[in-house]
Nanobody, 128 residues
Framework: QVQLVESGGGLVQAGESLRLSCAAS????????MGWFRQAPGKEREFVAT????????YYADSVKGRFTISRDNAKSTVYLQMVSLQPEDPASYYC?????????????????????WGQGTQVTVSS
């Protein structure tokens, strides 16, 4: 079992940056694939980015590639999502997700159903 707690959300202006954090507890974080998803009101939850347990491989949604960077510090059991140049289409609740590395399947990392563990979310708001 792993527990996930997101932080770092807030209100920023378009073009500004924000860094989200996801603190994992309960098991060694390197044993988990960690991902970020987001959900805007009235929309389905969508994939943002994922990072493997060692941090050696990352995956991004096309909509955030080049603007968002996922990283992790396993010594701190924390995963980060650095977001730069935030746009009006980025506001949403951002959720951290985790799945055990032994179940890793690269073809499924963009599927929210792949992840067994979820945080409560942190809100990102962008003003224009």
């Amino acid at each position: 079992q792993v527990q996930l707690v997101e932080s770092g959300g807030g209100l920023v202006q378009a073009g500004e940056s924000l860094r989200l954090s996801c603190a994992a507890s309960g098991r060694t974080s390197s044993s988990y694939v960690m991902g970020w998803f987001r959900q805007a009101p009235g929309k389905e939850r969508e994939f943002v980015a994922t990072i493997t347990g060692s941090g050696g491989t990352t995956y991004y949604a096309d909509s955030v590639k080049g603007r968002f960077t996922i990283s992790r510090d396993n010594a701190k059991s924390t995963v980060y999502l650095q977001m730069v140049s935030l746009q009006p289409e980025d506001p949403a609740s951002y959720y951290c997700a985790a799945e055990r590395m032994y179940k890793f399947h690269s073809a499924r990392v963009r599927d929210s159903a792949y992840y067994d563990y979820w945080g409560q979310g942190t809100q990102v708001t962008v003003s224009s």
